[in-house]
């Protein structure tokens, strides 16, 4: 029963942002229109910037997915696409960062964290035990 | 027992964390660098708000000193707020203030202007907001300085306030006199 009325009320919410994408909005082509949805939601919308254009109701994020539609169907490549709104918005329009000078911090931090963390993790795990062994010998050694 | 600089290296870490987030914390996120800064305004033919004045076209901005472009619209809130603002410099001769009237009707727009005052020289309706995302305009109102080579020097998202025309724009206007 409760499980029921979790699944009715994921749908409901779903709701909202199924449908920011209006019907008049989309291409015949179904192909096209694939690409342009998967284009969307790699765009920020600049005014509710934590939304895709693809989920924002927002005009602006409207505007956006209109003219990524207008591109492909103009023969566009994706890559084009998504270049033709970074050259007006800046690269912060890229829900995904590219990899480059000013992101390489970015990108790379993770992995520098988890290398220190690792080799912290060895320290911590290896020297105590090898201490006390070797305490143990000396005062194995001392009887 | 030994003193190791690996037992500062936490603390350390910590205050380089702490400083740049403190920095991080003071920036507005919202405001996003232009694009445009330091390259030429992008071509764009606007017509006029009201038929029968001169249509609004990027060539005209070249080569004649310092132009102000204002996106504004009437169903703009903050563009009430800064309108006293431009009302009050649209008489200086040292530049030209223009408006670019964002996504918005006619009738509401004249019905704006005849309420608050018409700052503008010259007026482009942007009815599809096409012009306004060549500019990588966000949200209105939107100010964009333009040097005489067509250049955009400045641009300031969100309304202009007394602070931001003292300290940005108006050094720009005093190099731009020195050219002369």
């Not at chain 1, 709104?85 to 960062?97: D, I, S, T």
């Amino acid at each position: 029963m409760i499980r029921a009325l979790f699944a009715v009320f994921i749908f409901l919410a779903s709701i909202g942002s199924a449908f920011a994408v209006l019907p008049d909005e989309m291409l015949k082509d179904a192909a096209l229109e694939h690409r342009a949805r998967a284009i969307s939601q790699e765009l920020r919308c600049l005014v509710c910037q934590n939304e895709s254009i693809d989920d924002s109701d927002a005009t602006l994020a409207r505007d956006l997915r209109m003219i990524v539609r207008e591109r492909l169907t103009a023969g566009d490549s994706d890559a084009q696409v998504i270049g033709f709104v970074a050259q007006r918005y800046g690269n912060f329009v890229l829900l995904k960062p590219p990899f480059q000078a000013d992101t390489v911090l970015l990108w790379l931090l993770p992995f520098l964290f988890l290398a220190i963390g690792l080799f912290a993790a060895w320290r911590y795990f290896k020297q105590p035990g090898a201490d006390t062994l070797e305490l143990e010998n000396e005062l194995l050694k001392g009887d | 027992m030994t003193f190791r600089i690996a037992t500062l290296l936490p603390v350390s870490l910590f205050v380089v964390m702490g400083m740049v987030l403190a920095v991080g914390l003071n920036r507005d996120p919202k405001i996003l660098p232009s694009m445009l800064l330091n390259h030429q305004l992008p071509q764009f033919d606007l017509p006029p708000l009201d038929a029968g004045n001169p249509k609004m076209s990027s060539d005209e901005f070249t080569g004649k000193g310092l132009t102000l472009i204002n996106v504004f619209g009437s169903w703009c809130v903050s563009c009430r707020y800064e309108h006293p603002l431009l009302m009050s410099i649209s008489k200086d001769p040292r530049f030209k203030l223009v408006g670019i009237d964002w996504k918005d009707g006619a009738d509401e727009a004249r019905q704006f202007l005849l309420q608050y005052g018409n700052p503008y020289a010259l007026i482009g309706a942007d009815v599809s907001g096409r012009t306004a995302i060549d500019l990588g305009v966000s949200g209105a109102p939107e100010t964009f300085v333009i040097d005489g080579k067509g250049q955009v020097r400045l641009r300031i998202p969100g309304p202009l306030t007394p602070q931001i025309w003292d300290q940005q724009i108006e050094p720009l206007i005093r190099e731009a006199q020195k050219a002369l």
